[in-house]
């Protein structure tokens, strides 16, 4: 009995420990933007998980397996760098597909384990809802990160993207450019 409680006295004694030891935590972003226009229409411009062209940050899209879960794409940014993606889902009775990227360079995009989602709804009217929502860790997985690769950090860059490209998704759409 005395070992007993010796024993759970010690497993207790290391709580405290494994509460503070504890990595980062899931990031999650979500945007939306209303486009002035059917999700047909819509869909048609962002539907093929090979073309990101409606993308302001990328310069090239390469890619195999079209739109089949496990196609792949690089995206070559404007900036510099690459970002590597695979398909898990692809809806398009549901107008909605779902990725990953794997093995992303922090210093590219400061994310880790990421994935997202995009879908269009109809909102109305000639209307639609276009929502991106995406799931991962800080760049810097290790307690302590720099700046740059915080969680603050991270979500300040997934959630720029997004809310830069659905706003040029927006006008390109409405405008008919």
């Given at each position: 009995?005395?070992?007993?409680?010796?024993l759970?006295l010690?497993?207790?004694?290391?709580?405290?420990?494994a509460?503070?030891?504890?990595?980062?935590s899931?990031q999650?972003?979500?945007?939306?933007v209303?486009?002035n226009?059917?999700?047909?229409k819509?869909?048609?411009?962002?539907?093929?998980?090979?073309d990101m062209s409606?993308?302001?940050?990328?310069?090239?899209?390469?890619g195999?397996?079209?739109?089949?879960?496990?196609?792949t794409?690089?995206?070559?940014l404007k900036?510099g760098?690459?970002?590597h993606?695979?398909?898990?889902?692809?809806?398009?009775?549901?107008m909605t597909?779902k990725?990953?990227m794997?093995?992303?360079?922090?210093?590219?995009?400061?994310?880790?384990d990421?994935?997202?989602?995009?879908?269009?709804?109809?909102?109305?009217?000639?209307k639609?809802?276009v929502?991106?929502?995406?799931?991962?860790?800080?760049g810097?997985?290790?307690?302590?990160?720099?700046?740059?690769l915080?969680?603050?950090?991270?979500?300040?860059?997934?959630?720029?993207?997004?809310?830069t490209?659905?706003?040029?998704?927006?006008k390109?759409?409405?405008s008919?450019?």
């Amino acid at each position: 009995m005395v070992r007993a409680l010796a024993l759970g006295l010690a497993a207790l004694a290391l709580v405290p420990v494994a509460a503070f030891a504890h990595g980062p935590s899931r990031q999650k972003v979500t945007e939306t933007v209303e486009i002035n226009a059917p999700p047909a229409k819509v869909w048609k411009v962002i539907g093929n998980f090979q073309d990101m062209s409606w993308v302001p940050a990328v310069a090239k899209t390469e890619g195999k397996g079209g739109n089949e879960p496990k196609a792949t794409r690089t995206l070559t940014l404007k900036g510099g760098g690459q970002i590597h993606e695979e398909l898990d889902k692809y809806l398009p009775e549901k107008m909605t597909y779902k990725y990953e990227m794997h093995h992303p360079d922090p210093k590219v995009f400061p994310v880790n384990d990421y994935s997202s989602m995009i879908s269009v709804t109809p909102e109305g009217d000639d209307k639609s809802k276009v929502m991106w929502r995406g799931a991962f860790y800080r760049g810097y997985m290790n307690n302590d990160p720099p700046p740059e690769l915080n969680d603050e950090a991270s979500k300040k860059a997934v959630s720029g993207l997004y809310r830069t490209t659905l706003d040029a998704l927006k006008k390109k759409i409405e405008s008919g450019s």
